[in-house]
C-alpha cells in the first residue's frame, strides 16, 4: 500500500495544482505548434502565451513587456548577473548577500575565478543585513547588487524596497532573487526599484523547468542564452508553451491563495513551530521571528544530527530538509546557518519545514506527535561529545 505522504518541503518544490495541469495540457495534446511559426496553428499558440505573461506579469504588477520567460530560477539569477556585467564592461564589482541562493553564491565564485571581484555581504545573527555595510560597499566600479527577497532557508525576509532605493541612489542596478517570496507576498515590480527580478514557478504549484526575469522598462539587458529572438530578443530557444502556460494559470492561483499564505499557512506554521519549541527541549529557532516567510520555519535540535531527524522522519512518510547541501555523501552545514554565526553542529542539527496551501492541521499534529519520539531516540544513542553544539 503507498503510505500517505506528510509534506513539509514546499521552498524546494511544490505540488503542481490540478487547475495546472488542466491548463497545460492541451498545449501538449493539440496546440503543439511553435508560437514563432508563420500559420495559424502557430499564431494561436502564440496567442497563450501572451495571455501567461499578463497573468505572470500581474502576480508582480509588472508590464507584460518587461517579463522574460527562462527555464528556472537559477537560469534568471545567472542571467540578470551576466547582463549587469555585460552591459557595463567597465565595472567589475559585484555584491550579494552571504546567504544568498547556491545558484548566485557560486555564480559568484565563478565571477571570481574570472577576473571580478565579489563582496558577500555578511548577515546579522538574526539573518538581517546591516543596510549600512551594503551602502559603504557600492563603489563606482560595482555593476549590480543582488540580495534576495526572502530566504529560502529561514525565510528571513530583507527590505527590498529600502534596498533598491539605496541602489538608485549610488545608480547602481539592483537585482532581487524573489523565488520564495513569490506567492507568499505581495510583490508590486512598479512600485519597488528593483531592475530586475527572478522568479521560478515551480515554488507556485506549476511545473519544474519554468522560470521568468522581470526586466525595469529602459533597464538594458543583454541575453545570456543566445539564439533566436524568442522573448523579443532577450532569451533564445523555442517556447516552452505549456510550461508558460502552467506559469500564467499558477500565477492567478497564487494572487487568490495569497491570503490564505498569510492568514492558515502561517497559523499552521505557528503551531508547527510553537509545538516543537515547547514539548521538545534543547529547540532553538534558527533566525528571527518577523520579518518572515509565513511558511517556514528552521529549528536547530541539540546533540543531533538533521541527518538522522530527516531519516527517521521519513520512515514516518514526512518530507522535511536540513537545507544542507548533499556533496558525495557528507552533508556539508548550511552556508546560510554559517553565515548567521551558528557553529557547525548547531547547522548540523537543523531542520527546515516549509508549509504550503495543501498542508492541513491534522499534518501538523502527526509531525507533532512523533517528532519527540524521534529526537529522543536519537538522542539516547548520540556519542556525549557530540552532544554538545556549541564546539
Ligand atoms: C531562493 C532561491 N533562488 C533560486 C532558486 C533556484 O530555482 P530553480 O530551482 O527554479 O532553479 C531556489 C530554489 O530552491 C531558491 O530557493
Given at each position: 500500500m503507498k503510505q500517505q505522504v506528510y509534506y513539509f518541503d514546499n521552498n524546494a518544490t511544490t505540488r503542481v495544482a490540478p487547475e495546472v495541469i488542466d491548463a497545460m495540457v492541451p498545449f501538449l495534446k493539440e496546440y503543439w505548434g511553435n508560437p514563432s511559426s508563420a500559420?495559424?496553428?502557430?499564431?494561436?499558440?502564440?496567442?497563450?502565451?501572451d495571455e501567461a505573461r499578463q497573468k505572470a506579469a500581474a502576480l508582480i504588477n509588472?508590464?507584460?513587456?518587461?517579463?522574460?520567460?527562462?527555464?528556472?530560477?537559477?537560469?534568471?539569477?545567472?542571467?540578470a548577473i551576466h547582463s549587469a556585467l555585460v552591459t557595463h564592461p567597465g565595472k567589475k564589482h559585484v555584491i550579494m548577500s552571504a546567504v544568498e541562493h547556491s545558484s548566485n553564491i557560486k555564480f559568484g565564485d565563478f565571477l571570481q575565478h574570472h577576473g571580478y571581484e565579489v563582496t558577500y555581504l555578511p548577515v546579522e545573527s538574526d539573518g538581517s543585513l546591516d543596510l549600512h555595510v551594503l551602502e559603504k560597499s557600492i563603489r563606482p566600479d560595482t555593476a549590480i547588487v543582488s540580495i534576495?527577497?526572502?530566504?529560502?532557508?529561514?525565510?528571513?525576509?530583507?527590505?527590498?524596497?529600502?534596498?533598491?532605493?539605496?541602489?538608485?541612489?549610488?545608480?547602481?542596478?539592483?537585482?532581487t532573487d524573489a523565488v520564495q517570496?513569490?506567492?507568499?507576498?505581495?510583490?508590486?515590480?512598479?512600485?519597488?526599484?528593483?531592475?530586475?527580478?527572478?522568479?521560478?514557478?515551480?515554488?507556485?504549484?506549476?511545473?519544474?523547468?519554468?522560470?521568468?526575469?522581470?526586466?525595469?522598462?529602459?533597464?538594458?539587458?543583454?541575453?545570456?542564452?543566445?539564439?533566436?529572438?524568442?522573448?523579443?530578443?532577450?532569451?533564445?530557444?523555442?517556447?516552452?508553451?505549456?510550461?508558460?502556460v502552467a506559469f500564467g494559470r499558477a500565477a492567478e492561483l497564487a494572487m487568490a491563495s495569497i491570503d490564505d499564505e498569510k492568514t492558515r499557512v502561517r497559523a499552521l506554521r505557528d503551531k508547527l513551530e510553537n509545538g516543537i519549541l515547547r514539548n521538545i527541549p534543547g529547540t532553538v529557532r534558527n533566525?528571527?521571528?518577523?520579518?518572515?516567510?509565513?511558511?517556514?520555519?528552521?529549528?536547530?535540535?541539540?546533540?543531533?544530527?538533521?541527518?538522522?531527524?530527516l531519516l527517521l522522519l521519513d520512515q514516518a512518510g514526512v518530507c522535511a530538509s536540513s537545507g544542507s547541501a548533499c556533496t558525495s555523501g557528507s552533508l556539508d552545514p548550511s552556508h546560510v546557518l554559517l553565515a548567521m554565526g551558528c557553529s557547525a553542529a548547531r547547522a548540523?542539527?537543523?531542520?527546515?519545514?516549509?508549509?504550503?496551501?495543501?498542508?492541513?492541521?491534522?499534518?501538523?499534529?502527526?509531525?507533532?506527535?512523533?517528532?519527540?519520539?524521534?529526537?529522543?531516540?536519537l538522542r539516547a544513542n548520540v556519542p556525549v561529545e557530540a552532544a554538545n553544539p556549541q564546539t
Open positions: 500559420y495559424q496553428f502557430g499564431h494561436q499558440v502564440a496567442a497563450h502565451v509588472a508590464d507584460p513587456r518587461e517579463i522574460v520567460f527562462t527555464s528556472c530560477g537559477t537560469e534568471s539569477n545567472n542571467s534576495m527577497w526572502a530566504n529560502n532557508e529561514t525565510g528571513a525576509i530583507f527590505p527590498i524596497e529600502e534596498i533598491a532605493a539605496i541602489c538608485r541612489s549610488k545608480a547602481t542596478l539592483f537585482h517570496a513569490c506567492g507568499k507576498l505581495k510583490m508590486d515590480a512598479q512600485e519597488t526599484a528593483v531592475d530586475l527580478l527572478s522568479l521560478s514557478a515551480h515554488k507556485l504549484h506549476a511545473p519544474k523547468g519554468i522560470g521568468l526575469l522581470y526586466v525595469k522598462r529602459r533597464v538594458k539587458y543583454h541575453p545570456y542564452v543566445i539564439g533566436g529572438s524568442q522573448e523579443r530578443g532577450r532569451r533564445g530557444g523555442t517556447e516552452n508553451v505549456a510550461n508558460i533566525g528571527g521571528k518577523e520579518p518572515r516567510l509565513p511558511n517556514t520555519t528552521n529549528i536547530a535540535f541539540d546533540g543531533v544530527e538533521a541527518e538522522g531527524i548540523r542539527g537543523s531542520v527546515r519545514f516549509s508549509l504550503g496551501i495543501y498542508n492541513t492541521e491534522a499534518e501538523v499534529d502527526y509531525v507533532l506527535k512523533h517528532l519527540p519520539g524521534i529526537v529522543e531516540k
